[in-house]
């Protein structure tokens, strides 16, 4: 499944296919075996049984075992045989929930409450990721943590004029050029549905023979220590 | 703080690894909660049976053909079985220069900061590996006004493309999420 990413730069807007460039060392296959044979990954049932623990007394502990529950410790836990519940204090099961998410200071403590957001791919959307502001390379490099790399490439020949001319002058001019999307192009780059907000730059680079290099440098965390 | 040594043109570097450092620590991060009134409730499962289990009463195990734990493994790479190599701090890992542009290319899983580490600024390539193990991961080591990081992670390669896209050079998935986290994250940093 190729990507799209709809990219506006100088007035001119294009929809490009967004690659994964593979990784620069294979990694091995890993398997894990016995003298029996291959290791299989399950999930069990172990014997934890959730208790309040503030509701017991040295006694209840001394004289059994009420934080274990072992009739079913041990079996298979089939995923498809489970369905996901929510449980009160109380252990019922609670049929009408809210969702919401809690934004939590990087000490723990909890800032607010809001509603949960279901964030989907800007990538490819009516408006385009814009091409913001450039700010130079080695700057850029050095002040944020890089998580993903992907890489735009052309479709055709106006494409690939497109995508050199926007290499060549970032190289010319050494600078990384800050994409964003929304209306006001300043939306962090959600690529898929459901998937994480992450800010975005792109680097380029040209060669000989009309080829180019333009990528996607997707960053969530700048590169400093904590306050 | 552990101490980590790594090797520059044939001299000792000696430092200590701090704590890593995650987007967390310096923005906090969103919880996803499910409630009732002011009650936060518990994620559990339903058996098929219809009773109601906490998820933690569920473990990941692994077990062999015949059903049983395993105890004792075998660990095979490409089919074959590999000695585990000494940890970063077992062995001094070598540094080598590298350009900046290097991080271009670069995902970075991890971010440790080096406290005590005397580097030029610059770029130096090596590898990381927190545990003994057949395989070592790539890092760069980033010296940068005052502070000097471990970033650890994996390279990609990304191609020149001219005319024609070489497309047997990028990952069939393409830009699915392969390098997606699950987590959200506050923006306070832009």
């Known amino acids: ?227 | 703080m552990p101490a980590i040594s790594f090797t520059l043109s044939g001299k000792t570097l000696s430092c200590e690894l701090a704590r890593k450092v995650t987007k967390d620590d310096l923005y906090g991060r969103l919880k996803k909660l499910t409630i009732k009134g002011d009650e936060v409730l518990v994620r559990g499962c339903l058996t098929a049976d219809g009773r109601c289990v906490p998820a933690s009463s569920i473990s990941n195990s692994r077990l062999d053909p015949e059903g049983s734990p395993v105890d004792k493994e075998e660990i095979l790479y490409d089919g074959t079985s590999r000695e585990p190599l000494p940890s970063s701090f077992e062995e001094a890992a070598p540094l080598e220069t590298a350009p900046l542009k290097a991080l271009a290319s670069f995902c970075v899983t991890d971010v440790y900061p080096l406290e005590g580490a005397t580097l030029k600024k610059g770029l130096y390539s090596t590898w990381f590996s927190y545990r003994k193990s057949p395989e070592r991961k790539e890092a760069f080591v980033l010296a940068k006004d005052g502070d000097t990081f471990l970033l650890v992670g994996y390279a990609k390669n990304s191609p020149f493309v001219g005319k024609i896209v070489p497309y047997e050079l990028f990952d069939a998935e393409s830009a699915t999420g392969g390098d997606e986290e699950d987590e959200e994250m506050n923006f306070a940093m832009m």
């Open chain 1, 1 to 227: 499944m190729t990507t799209t990413i709809h990219l506006e730069y100088e007035g001119k807007a294009a929809r490009l296919p967004l690659q994964s460039p593979k990784r620069s060392k294979v990694a091995p296959a890993i398997q894990r075996r016995t003298t029996a044979g291959a290791v299989n990954n399950v999930r069990i049932f172990n014997a934890a049984r959730r208790v309040d623990l503030k509701s017991l007394s040295t006694e209840d502990v001394a004289s059994g075992d009420p934080e274990l529950d072992l009739s079913m410790a041990g079996t298979l836990a089939d995923p498809d045989l489970l369905s996901t519940a929510f449980v009160d204090k109380a252990g019922t099961v609670v049929r009408d929930f809210e969702e919401i998410e809690a934004v939590l200071k990087p000490d723990g403590t909890e800032k607010e409450r809001r509603p949960r957001t279901d964030r989907t791919a800007n990538v490819n959307d009516v408006r385009p990721i814009k091409v913001g502001k450039f700010m130079p390379v080695d700057e850029a490099l050095t002040s944020f943590v890089f998580r993903g790399v992907y890489q735009v490439v052309h479709e055709d020949g106006l494409g690939h004029d497109f995508l050199r001319g926007l290499a060549e002058k970032l190289e010319k001019e050494k600078s990384v050029a800050v994409l964003g999307a929304g209306q006001k192009g300043n939306q962090p780059l959600v690529l898929v549905d459901g998937g994480s907000p992450y800010r975005a730059f792109l680097y380029g680079e040209s060669a000989k023979e009309g080829t180019y290099r333009l990528l996607i440098l997707l960053s969530n965390q700048e590169l400093k220590l904590p306050a």
